[in-house]
């Protein structure tokens, strides 16, 4: 598969803690790492295919120094070493996200000299639904000056409350009515569920229209059954999956439904590899190649190798390495001219 760079439609218009990967960041020097090979990836000269990658983030300003900032030249060095023809930029405002905000403005701003490769989401935390934007119409309204100024998506949404509280609620009852796809971090911190997933449940029944895409602690452990309260917090779960998953329960009653294989997405398939290959093939139409790359530390991805491992067919890796993302994104071949 040859994922080659996409342009934006007008019809779209409308294995290590974030803790551990500081302590890493600091000791060993960020910027040294900044251009690191990623473990099994091959230059582009070898015959592999450039991916879209669905969940990256930029880092700013003086508290980013020791966790190493990202910048837009910084990502754009680091998708060419490794093959990534674009990828979906997150910001993250919510207090519980990141050490410090990411906002919608500073990733649309740093991106718009790059929108040919690097596409912008915003952000909304839903309390804000709560106190300054109290009639739906505002809450449309603001989605739609983010959508004026570039951005294809909303995410990464990770707000410390429920999946289907009533303030997200109706942030998604405004997605829906602009379209633009959610991606959301699931887990016991964040977009809280019980085991079985019900609140997502409800929130994919209630926005049948609305694309969701699933990521987070939480989410990957779903994968299997018998899921407890305290295993979605754990980020990588180990032996054999057992059946029952409420992953491939919603997949199957939920067509709006999609998952980005990004940070514990990618051990999720591996801890079992013979469910996992199982799985990639059965939703090679509602997977998305992702990272989540935040710190210059980090060096090793499984989600390189994955295809490899899993014995992917070509026909999968063009689906979950970039054509499912052009969909969700609605985006086209750019122009040869």
């Given amino acids: 598969?040859?994922?080659?760079?996409?342009?934006?439609?007008?019809?779209?218009?409308?294995?290590?803690?974030?803790?551990?990967?500081?302590?890493?960041?600091?000791?060993?020097?960020?910027?040294?790492?900044?251009?690191?090979?990623?473990?099994?990836?091959?230059?582009?000269?070898?015959?592999?295919?450039?991916?879209?990658?669905?969940?990256?983030?930029?880092?700013?300003?003086?508290?980013?120094?020791?966790?190493?900032?990202?910048?837009?030249?910084?990502?754009?060095h680091w998708m060419d070493a490794h093959d990534i023809a674009q990828a979906v930029v997150l910001p993250l405002v919510s207090p519980e996200a990141f050490w410090y905000p990411?906002?919608?403005?500073?990733?649309?701003?740093?991106?718009?000299?790059?929108?040919?490769?690097?596409?912008?989401?915003?952000?909304?935390?839903?309390?804000?639904?709560?106190?300054h934007l109290p009639t739906q119409q505002e809450v449309v309204d603001l989605a739609?000056?983010?959508?004026?100024?570039?951005a294809k998506g909303v995410g990464e949404h990770k707000p410390q409350?429920?999946?289907?509280?009533?303030?997200?609620?109706?942030?998604?009852?405004?997605?829906?009515?602009?379209?633009?796809?959610?991606?959301?971090?699931?887990?016991?911190?964040?977009?809280?569920?019980?085991?079985?997933?019900?609140?997502?449940?409800?929130?994919?029944?209630?926005?049948?229209?609305?694309?969701?895409?699933?990521?987070?602690?939480?989410?990957?452990?779903?994968?299997?059954?018998?899921?407890?309260?305290v295993d979605l917090q754990v980020g990588f779960p180990r032996g054999a999956v057992a059946p029952g998953g409420a992953v491939d329960a919603l997949l199957t009653a939920h067509k709006n439904l999609y998952a980005d294989l990004s940070s514990s997405g990618a051990h999720a398939l591996l801890r079992d590899k013979e469910?996992?290959?199982?799985?990639?093939?059965?939703?090679?139409?509602?997977l998305l190649f992702g990272t989540d790359y935040y710190l210059k530390s980090q060096v090793d991805f499984d989600q390189f190798t994955l295809f490899d491992e899993l014995g992917a067919s070509k026909e999968i890796r063009r689906k979950v390495g970039c054509e499912n993302a052009r969909q969700v994104l609605r985006l086209t071949e750019a122009s040869n001219s």
Wanted: glycine letters at 8%; a neutral charge; proline letters at 6%.
């Fill in 102 to 131: 990411i906002t919608s403005e500073h990733v649309l701003t740093a991106t718009a000299p790059h929108r040919d490769r690097l596409i912008p989401f915003c952000a909304i935390d839903p309390r804000t639904l709560g106190t």
């Fill in 275 to 286: 469910f996992g290959a199982k799985f990639l093939e059965r939703w090679s139409d509602r």
């Fill in 161 to 229: 409350l429920a999946i289907d509280d009533p303030l997200s609620m109706r942030l998604y009852e405004a997605c829906a009515e602009v379209r633009l796809p959610v991606l959301f971090h699931l887990d016991n911190f964040a977009n809280m569920d019980l085991p079985g997933l019900p609140g997502l449940a409800r929130v994919l029944t209630e926005f049948p229209e609305l694309v969701m895409i699933a990521h987070g602690k939480g989410w990957w452990a779903s994968i299997a059954g018998g899921v407890r309260q």
């Fill in 1 to 76: 598969m040859n994922c080659t760079p996409v342009t934006m439609t007008a019809e779209h218009r409308p294995t290590v803690t974030r803790r551990q990967a500081l302590r890493t960041a600091v000791a060993l020097g960020c910027a040294t790492l900044a251009l690191a090979p990623a473990r099994g990836v091959m230059a582009s000269g070898a015959g592999t295919t450039r991916l879209i990658d669905f969940h990256t983030h930029l880092t700013h300003g003086l508290a980013a120094q020791e966790l190493g900032a990202i910048t837009a030249p910084d990502l754009l």
């Fill in 144 to 150: 739609k000056r983010y959508i004026d100024a570039g």
